[in-house]
C-alpha cells in the first residue's frame, strides 16, 4: 500500500513569514502534483514535478521533486492571507490507471 | 478554460435509498475517476475508467457502486442503497492521456448526506 504522509498537519503563521511544507513516501513516483483545497471545494492543482530534482515555481511558492522521486516540498516565501487553505500533494504510482494517492493534507492559515 | 462539473452540489437522502452522481469530464479527456473525502480525511481513490469500462477499482467501491457512461459527455456514479458511512464529498476527474505529465483534473464535488 503506497502511502505520502505530509507534515506539518496543521500550521498557523503570520503574514509575511516563510514556510516549507513536506511530503514524503517510501515508494517512487513516476509524477506528484500539488493542490490546493477550499473548504466544500474541489482539488485545485497547482503544480506537476516529474523529474527527479526538479524546481518549479509559481509566484511566491517553489516545489521541489526530491531526486529519488520520493518526496517533495513546498516553500511559501513571504505568506499571505490568501494562501490559507488545505495543501494537498497527490502521487502518481504509475500503473495501467495512473490513479493518484493523495496524502494527508497541511492546513495552513496565514494570520494578517 | 475547460473544467470538470458535477451534479448537484449537495444531496440528501436516506439510508437504503439509491442515489446517482453525475460528472460533465473535460471534453476530450478519456480517463474518468471517482474520490470521495470524508469530512476531515485524506481523498481516496474509488475507481478509474477508460475504454467505457473499469479500469482499477479500490476496496471501498464495493457491490453497491457502479459507474457508467451513458453518452459522450455524461459520466455517473450510482450508490444503490445507500449507508449512513457513505456520507462524504465524492469528487469526479478526467485526464485527457496516461502519460505521467497529463493532469488529472477535478471538479467541485457533490456533498452527499445519507441520514
Known amino acids: 500500500t503506497q502511502l505520502l504522509e505530509q507534515s506539518p498537519q496543521f500550521l498557523s503563521i503570520q503574514e509575511g513569514e516563510n514556510l516549507t511544507v513536506y511530503c514524503n513516501s517510501s515508494s517512487v513516483f513516476s509524477s506528484l502534483q500539488w493542490y490546493r483545497q477550499e473548504p466544500g471545494e474541489g482539488p485545485v492543482l497547482l503544480v506537476t514535478v516529474v523529474t527527479g530534482g526538479e524546481v518549479k515555481k509559481l509566484k511566491r511558492l517553489t516545489f521541489q521533486f526530491g531526486d529519488a522521486r520520493k518526496d517533495s516540498s513546498l516553500h511559501i516565501t513571504a505568506a499571505q492571507p490568501g494562501d490559507t487553505g488545505l495543501y494537498l500533494c497527490?502521487?502518481?504510482?504509475?500503473?495501467?490507471?495512473?490513479?493518484?494517492?493523495f496524502g494527508t493534507g497541511t492546513l495552513l492559515a496565514v494570520q494578517p | 478554460e475547460p473544467e470538470v462539473t458535477q451534479t448537484p452540489s449537495h444531496q440528501v437522502t436516506q439510508m437504503g435509498q439509491e442515489v446517482i452522481l453525475r460528472c460533465v469530464p473535460i471534453?476530450?479527456?478519456?480517463?474518468f475517476y471517482w474520490y470521495r473525502q470524508i469530512l476531515g480525511q485524506k481523498v481516496e481513490f474509488l475507481v478509474s475508467?477508460?475504454?467505457?469500462?473499469?479500469?482499477?477499482k479500490s476496496e471501498i467501491f464495493d457491490d453497491q457502486f457502479s459507474v457508467e457512461r451513458p453518452d459522450g459527455s455524461n459520466f455517473t456514479l450510482k450508490i444503490r442503497s445507500t449507508k449512513l458511512e457513505d456520507s462524504a464529498m465524492y469528487f469526479c476527474?478526467?485526464?485527457?492521456?496516461?502519460?505521467?505529465?497529463?493532469?488529472?483534473?477535478f471538479g467541485p464535488g457533490t456533498r452527499l448526506t445519507v441520514l
Open positions: 475508467f477508460y475504454n467505457n469500462e473499469i479500469s482499477e
Open positions: 497527490a502521487g502518481l504510482f504509475g500503473g495501467a490507471t495512473n490513479k493518484l494517492i
Open positions: 471534453s476530450n479527456h478519456l480517463y
Open positions: 476527474a478526467s485526464r485527457r492521456g496516461a502519460g505521467f505529465t497529463d493532469t488529472q483534473y
